[in-house]
């Protein structure tokens, strides 16, 4: 077996000393829609990282891109929905099968059909240990889990592309194989050329997850995204703000290509942890992307904490990125 290309079977649960990853607490979170197209909308999160959603409408049926990290957000976006629309809520894709994406769903109506990648549903079976992982994220508001009673999980699953019709508007989903876990689905609209791309793809600039996986897995997964969907515009990353989809993809892969390079580098010169940690580039070591500054200056807050809060946040991936890849090289 090749350890680069390995996948484990749970995320990583290690972090490096001083860690601190992205708060995901549904507190003081608020989604705003922004229309993307006629029955096309972002619904945004108001203090980034927090979680994004979707909702994409047809003549017959709506279909909603995530569920919350709670009952009670899954609450607050079913009610956007039916104040954007009057047609019925059919349909909801998981994105991927971390919590803070699909404990919702059990909130939503039975006749609500959830529906995602086949690993996405193979990775929802110990709901437990997934709460346990994501409290991390939930910086002192763990307790608000334990509205959390069962994972429902998808009602149906597909391989690699499956289609639903809303009714003159054909929504893709997609499966292009393992990144920052093994069942990423990007949700497509072809007529309004978005993508709602989950923990795949965010924004260009913002540092991604490694957390079940290595860099050439997750490389090789954009290059057919980016070959698969040529037309896409714009992407609603799961997490921060929406942007220009190709941009995010090349700006990733030259991420990706460099963290296996030095860390396989590295590696094969006989490096710590501690001394690979220190001979890997930090791309943010000079400040944030301009691009990505102007895009967090669309969010009403201040500023000079937003880019401060993003700056730490990617600096602290990066590093979790440099482990996860150092400890995925250094399996026998």
Excluded at 122 to 148: C, H, I, P, W
Aim: proline residues 7%; hydrophobic residues 40%.
């Amino acid at each position: 077996m090749n350890p680069a290309t390995h996948i484990p079977e749970r995320e990583l649960a290690e972090r490096p000393s001083g860690y601190s990853g992205p708060n995901l607490s549904p507190s003081g979170l608020r989604l705003i829609p922004h229309a993307l197209a006629d029955g096309v909308h972002a619904l945004m999160a108001t203090i980034p990282p927090k979680d994004n959603n979707g909702l994409v409408v047809g003549r017959d049926a709506a279909l909603v891109v995530d569920a919350g990290i709670t009952p009670e957000v899954s609450g607050r976006i079913r009610g956007l929905a039916a104040e954007l629309t009057d047609r019925p809520l059919r349909f909801l894709v998981n994105t991927t099968y971390h919590g803070d994406h699909t404990f919702g769903n059990m909130a939503f109506p039975a006749g609500t059909v959830i529906v995602s990648s086949r690993q996405n549903k193979e990775n929802m079976t110990d709901l437990d240990y997934e709460k346990q992982v994501r409290s991390g994220n939930m910086y002192g508001d763990e307790a608000l889990f334990d509205t959390v009673t069962r994972w429902r999980t998808p009602d149906l699953v597909f391989d690699g592309f499956a289609e639903i019709d809303l009714g003159g508007r054909a929504v893709q989903l997609w499966h292009f194989g393992p990144g920052n876990g093994p069942g990423d689905t990007v949700v497509y609209v072809p007529d309004a050329r978005v993508a709602w791309t989950g923990n795949l793809l965010c924004h260009a600039g913002i540092a991604h997850m490694l957390l079940q996986g290595g860099p050439e897995p997750y490389a090789g997964t954009l290059r057919r995204m980016k070959e698969a969907l040529p037309d896409l515009v714009t992407i609603v990353p799961g997490h921060g703000p929406s942007g220009d989809g190709h941009a995010a993809i090349d700006a990733l892969l030259a991420y990706l290509e460099r963290l296996h390079d030095e860390v396989l580098a590295a590696v094969e010169a006989g490096r710590t942890l501690e001394e690979t940690m220190g001979a890997c580039i930090d791309p943010w070591a000079e400040g944030l992307d301009p691009e990505l500054s102007a895009a967090l200056a669309r969010y009403r807050i201040p500023q000079d904490a937003a880019r401060h809060g993003m700056l730490d946040l990617c600096r602290n991936l990066h590093r979790l990125n440099i482990l996860a890849t150092y400890r995925l090289y250094t399996r026998p």
